[in-house]
């Protein structure tokens, strides 16, 4: 159906992945998973026409409809959620509004006359095509799938720009099932999804009648959803069969493959130097020694990546606010007619380490952003306590840094006294290597984004966090970064997730 060939892509020096051959099948329910950075929403988006290649070719079949989502940064507006997801039957609204136009014609007309009986000829060719491609259930669909992914009835008819970034992906995922192209191509669909909706979605795709490649780092996701699992790992790609769970099985015995294969290797290459250095200047021997080079210039060098290291890093501690950090009382939130919720009375304590859970539009997101200063409430009343310091980092925190600045420019601003070797090394235990420090912020990949904003608010932590869904797009070992820095805070922490 779609194939690359040869595939390779590199970003100036850096190479992501070379020597990609896929085959993408009509019926392939494919999971594509790796760490942070290493070229997932790279080579999906170059599966999507979005990207070009460097080396190697995309090859598809006729006829293949690719729909992408992005794993974020979409913004849409103009139009209400639900004719946004009408549009995407412009085909089908146009028949219908052209039955309607022949149904009034045929009302004119004469019975008998012969102008009539092509005008009914013609009504009935389209509404049997329109029957077919299910027009009828157009309405019904965009309602299902909108309920599906957590819109409530009163939603459908507000405008996609009030919605926030993480809504607006829903709307775009919301158009993108709906459309049902032969190749569905989705990066991180569930970052932006709670579980309600994730639940739904999961059942969607388990029905999902035609081929989809989907960037996930949940493995309970991954695990119901595809059967094959793609993983580029040490700048190639690698094929499993299976779920998750028979990956990462498979996956330990290869990596210890390829470990005895390095070893292998280094022997040899230690006998050739050996022979090389001890006969080189014997012309008995000058023949065996040029053979001996060759093999040694011809080798293709295994390389491990690095392994999964992990560097231990102390944050300086932030200064104790007073036992009281935070009061609502009688906190009322609605948006015009909407209410969030009413009457919630809570006291936040020095030291505490508050997840908010719940469901769908429970207001998670909101009651963080009260808490924050960020949106006013309705009615009741929000304290702050003595010496707090609070910090809010939202789900799109990110916007809030200079695309165009070096990371370590940056991290040296926020930090003037640290030096380079310092602020490098800090770097590297929220796992950037060497090259990526001089990456501009507007080039990183989602998770290298949220782990370096978490790397920032971290550094001279205020007293009281406040942190909206910070595992984002993080991949397993960036996870544990954050949650080791966590553990050893002392302040106050109030986190959705
Ligand atoms: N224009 C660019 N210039 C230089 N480097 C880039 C550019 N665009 C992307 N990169 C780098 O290429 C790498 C791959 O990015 P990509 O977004 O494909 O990663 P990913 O596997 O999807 O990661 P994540 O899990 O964090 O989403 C990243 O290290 C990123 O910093
Ligand atoms: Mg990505």
């Known amino acids: ?42 080579l999906l988006k170059v599966l999507a026409g979005l990207e070009t290649l460097d080396y190697g070719s995309l090859s598809s079949t006729r006829g293949i409809s690719a729909g992408y989502l992005p794993q974020d940064g979409l913004s849409l507006s103009g ?76 939603d459908w008819a507000r405008n996609t720009e009030e919605f926030s970034g993480g809504w607006q992906m829903r709307i775009a995922l919301a158009k993108l099932l ?60 690698h094929f499993y069969s299976g779920n998750y769970d028979k990956y990462t099985a498979q996956k330990t015995q290869r990596r210890e493959q390829l470990e005895a294969a390095y070893r292998n ?33 011809k080798m293709e060098r295994i390389e491990i990546p690095p392994e999964e290291r992990t560097i231990h890093f102390s944050f300086s501690q932030p200064k104790a606010s007073g036992r009281i950090v935070a009061e609502f009382t009688g906190l009322a939130k609605s948006y015009g007619s909407k209410e969030v919720f009413q009457d919630v009375n809570f006291i936040v ?21 009260l808490l924050a200063g960020r949106e006013t409430p309705t009615s009741g009343e929000l304290r702050v306590g003595h010496n707090v310091q609070p910090d809010y980092f939202a789900q799109d925190q990110y916007k809030e840094l200079n695309p165009d600045a070096r990371i370590l420019d940056d991290l040296g601003e926020l930090s003037p006294r640290s030096t380079q070797t310092e602020l490098r090394s800090l770097l590297g235990c929220f796992l950037f290597s060497e090259d990526d420090v001089f990456k501009k912020i507007g080039v990183l990949s989602g998770g290298e984004r949220n782990r370096y904003a978490l790397l920032r608010m971290l550094l001279h932590p205020a007293n009281f966090l406040m942190l909206d869904e910070p595992t984002n797009h993080l991949d397993l070992r960036a996870k544990d970064v954050l949650l080791t820095a966590l553990s050893e805070y002392t302040g106050t922490v109030v986190f959705v997730s």
């Open 265 to 297: 290797q280094r022997e040899r290459i230690e006998q050739l130097e050996m022979f090389i250095n001890r006969f080189r200047y014997q012309a008995t021997k000058a023949k065996q020694v040029q053979s001996r080079i060759k093999e040694l210039e």
């Open 178 to 237: 709906l459309q049902q192209p032969n190749l569905l191509l989705l990066d991180e669909p569930t970052n932006h999804l709670d579980l309600e909706a994730r639940n739904w979605l999961e059942d969607y795709l388990e029905n999902y009648p035609y081929a989809f490649v989907l960037i996930s780092h949940d493995r309970y996701f991954l695990d119901v959803t595809v059967d094959k699992i793609v993983e580029i790992w040490n700048k190639r790609i």
């Open 79 to 154: 139009r209400s959620v639900f004719a946004e997801c009408m549009a995407v039957f412009a085909g089908l609204r146009a028949l219908e509004q052209e039955m309607e136009e022949l149904t009034r014609r045929m009302a004119e007309l004469d019975h008998t006359s012969s102008e009539y009986s092509q005008v009914a000829d013609r009504f009935h060719r389209i509404e049997h095509e329109f029957q077919t491609r299910d027009g009828y259930a157009i309405d019904a669909k965009v309602g299902a799938v909108l309920t599906g992914l957590g819109f409530q009835k009163e």
């Open 1 to 42: 159906m779609i194939q690359l060939s040869g595939a390779g892509k590199r970003y100036a020096h850096k190479l992501l992945f070379e020597n990609v051959d896929w085959m993408i099948t009509a019926q392939d329910r494919i999971g594509l998973v790796g760490a942070n950075g290493t070229g997932k929403s790279t």
């Open 349 to 369: 304590e020095r030291g505490d380490r508050i997840a908010l859970v719940g469901v769908n539009g429970a207001g998670k997101s909101t009651l963080i952003k």
